[in-house]
């Protein structure tokens, strides 16, 4: 038997395709990088062919078709209580989109429990990226077994088939999907692939599978795959889908814990820009910016106001998810787990005397997290689901009139978005 496991150390690249090979090729082991050998992978000696099924397909007794309320068409900031969301089921069957657009999908997932012994899913249509708010576990692939745990992404391209099992006794997932591939954002690294000296993420720091043995089992092994807008088909294979002895190339789901963004900090105010850590699609002309804000010292200029000020986006929606409620300009408003989303035209700000309490906090950290994600040129819709835990008084929010928790002490920081 041949072994061939390739784990490269660079992101994957776009113009995906995947293969299998029936067949064991003639080399014993496989070194060094092939990161740059072509923006594919291979499966390597895949026992039967995976176009085997053994049953006709099927309507899959779920689907992911987001559904849109009449409210959905007024424009208005919203703003998700996705914590306040039931917890259940397991990660694809507890996934609920809450916002969508005709190339980016945002939905929460709150399984309790694995998927189904020898069940599989396969996204045929968006790449995911997961973000773990809660819980840990392991993604089960072709590529090998991939362990996630709380404040890490987990980036799976399209086409992937796997699973998700638990190993705490619930999750929560922030899930994003984009009908392109997403990756580290190409201006942070050389033609080489080497991340740059000022890159504030650097691609030796994601965690790749492990491959364990092959599994040349017969038997029903079910796959549901997801497609036109969220419609689920069942196929049922005849054999294990992880039936292969290795895999080759630069295509493969990766982990990338949010702590390994290394925030940069300036004397003054750092913009959106320094916390991108993923971009998809031909950005800025398509696709979105991945930001992750992590703890960073406020810009400390004797005139620096670490506050936002007011702003709107032109020809971007801005979705942002609070892991945690340590934010000043919008503290007493948002809690752990909030979701906003600002649609492009609709200004958004810190409210009431936030910019003047921020004075105090120049050249102090916060424990800030949270995860943003700008469309661009995508209007994005809130949906059925996401509707349903809004907080119907977000788009008051900034309302003198509104009464507000006051910041405490140091706790202030500056959501830059
Ligand atoms: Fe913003």
Known sequence: MVMIVKKGTVPPTPHTEFYAIPKVLAREEIHGSYGFSGAWSRKVHVRFYPTEQVK???KGDFDLVPAFPPEADVLQPYHIFTGRMPSGDDAIRSRRPIVHGTRTTLSIAKPTESMPKDTFFRNGERHEVYFVQDGGGVVRSEY???PFRKDVYVAIPKGTTYRVDLTSPKAWFLVVESIYPINF???YFNKEGQATLMS????????TPELPKFKDERGEFPVDVKHGGGKITRIILGHHPFDLAGWEGALYPFVFDIKRHHGIAREIHTAPPMHQTFQSGNVPHSGFSLCSFVPVMAGWHPLEVPAPYAHFNVDSDEL????NPFYGARQGVVEEGSFTFHPGSTPHSPQGKAAERSLAARGKVQGRLAVMLDTYFESMRITTQG???RDPEYVLSWSENEPHAEAKGEGWE???A
């Open 56 to 58: 006709p397909p099927r």
């Open 144 to 146: 090998g077994d991939l």
């Open 185 to 187: 954002a190409p201006h």
């Open 200 to 207: 504030p993420v650097v691609e030796t720091e994601i965690e």
């Open 320 to 323: 942002m998810f609070f892991c």
């Open 387 to 389: 509707y349903a835990f």
């Open 414 to 416: 500056s959501p830059s």
